[in-house]
């Protein structure tokens, strides 16, 4: 008899549009469309992965593609197994980083330009990476972490100097742009100090590659994300209680000040072991959570659902790079910087003609 009352009570609170799941003793909220485009999202990443697998110098039926991945015997594991997959879990795992750091970032700045790629993150990355490919560091298992001190310090930096008495998000993204544009000047000034071949590789890096990316790429970024799950977890959490204005927030008990910089640091160590795998490929942090925002329809920024988009961006985007002007492979960065600066350009107008809706500004 005493169960009853309880699932009628939970049944008031539950709003329109969630689901109530029940995990043992504990319980959670579930958006319907959000987990329907997840799950979509999902299935179509998996599609352009099998499809990036098939697609090469020599076409692999993806049936094959399917059988080497269940590691089973094929006379095309070594083009796929070898030559092929670690370059497309590479992809991978950046377009999840990346997607995920954007909406990380996004929600606390309130603001759909504050990408890691606009507010400087990947630029103080990127200005570290070079610096260590200047001296002669090559190793993919170390340019990771080595991006991730720059990304830090960059935002560090952006957080001190746009704080004033709070984080007002006009003056956060300003103050980011104002950073990148002189960490990349910095990148530039390295690159011309540097020797001749080793500029050319931090060039082609820049510009946001996964042109030869093996395991010792994939293995270090896939250990640091499974190493910051736990957080990311927290994060999809406390982003409803950022999303909340200051003075609801603060009369629930929210310490806002710790959960938007536990969230910003997430994003920014996201972003950073990103751009050190890959490059800063831009754009994929801008568009991948607004385009999940608006499949989903939620009031703040889905983050499983930006993860995925920044996956299928990246993978998808990969397919044209590698066959667009084959023999040549162009960079990834140069197909999602192709698609994202004239949405950057239509955002901005946006912004200044349209109405302002909630989390924008």
């Known amino acids: ?31 319907r469309r959000a987990a329907a485009v997840a799950a979509g999202l999902a299935v179509l990443l998996a599609a352009v992965c099998v499809a990036h697998l098939s697609v090469g110098e020599s076409f692999t039926a993806p049936a094959e593609v399917v059988w080497v991945l269940l590691g089973r015997p094929s006379p095309d594991e070594f083009v796929v197994g070898t030559l092929r997959l670690p370059r497309m879990a590479t992809g991978l795992l950046v377009g999840l980083a990346f997607g995920a750091a954007g909406a990380l970032i996004q929600t606390v700045a309130r603001n759909p330009l504050a990408s890691p790629d606009i507010i400087g993150i990947s630029q103080g990355a990127g200005a570290v990476t070079v610096a260590a490919l200047t001296f002669g560091v090559t190793s993919y298992a170390v340019l990771p972490y080595l991006s991730v001190l720059g990304g ?90 950022v999303s909340l204005d200051d003075d609801t927030a603060t009369a629930l008990g929210v310490r806002l000040g710790r959960v938007r910089l536990g969230l910003i640091a997430l994003g920014v160590v996201l972003a950073s072991v990103a751009t050190g795998a890959a490059g800063p490929v831009d754009f994929v942090a801008l568009l991948a959570p607004q385009i999940a925002r608006r499949m989903t329809r939620t009031a703040q920024i889905p983050l499983l659902c930006s993860a995925l988009t920044g996956a299928l961006i990246v993978v998808l985007g990969d397919l044209p790079a590698r066959k667009l002007l084959s023999p040549t492979e162009l960079p990834v960065g140069v197909l999602t910087a192709a698609v994202g600066a004239p949405y950057l350009i239509w955002l901005i107008v946006r912004s200044r003609t349209g109405p302002r809706r909630g989390g924008e500004s």
Do not use: C, E
């Not at 169960?3 to 329109?16: E, G, L, N, T």
């Not at 890096?205 to 270090?220: K, V």
């Open 1 to 31: 008899m005493s169960a009853a009352p309880r699932v009628s009570a939970a049944a008031r609170v539950v709003p329109a549009g969630y689901a109530l799941v029940r995990a043992g003793r504990g319980s959670f909220l579930l958006h």
């Open 152 to 241: 830090v310090l960059a935002a560090a930096l952006v957080y001190v100097f746009a704080w004033r008495g709070g984080l007002h998000a006009a003056r956060f993204v300003l103050i980011g742009i104002g950073f990148a544009i002189a960490l990349r000047s910095v990148t530039t000034l390295l690159m011309t100090k540097g020797d001749y071949l080793v500029a050319q590789q931090a060039q082609i890096w820049m510009t946001g590659s996964l042109n030869g990316r093996g395991w010792d790429a994939a293995g270090p970024l896939a250990w640091v994300l499974a190493a910051l799950l736990p957080g990311v977890l927290w994060a999809a959490r406390a982003q409803r209680t």
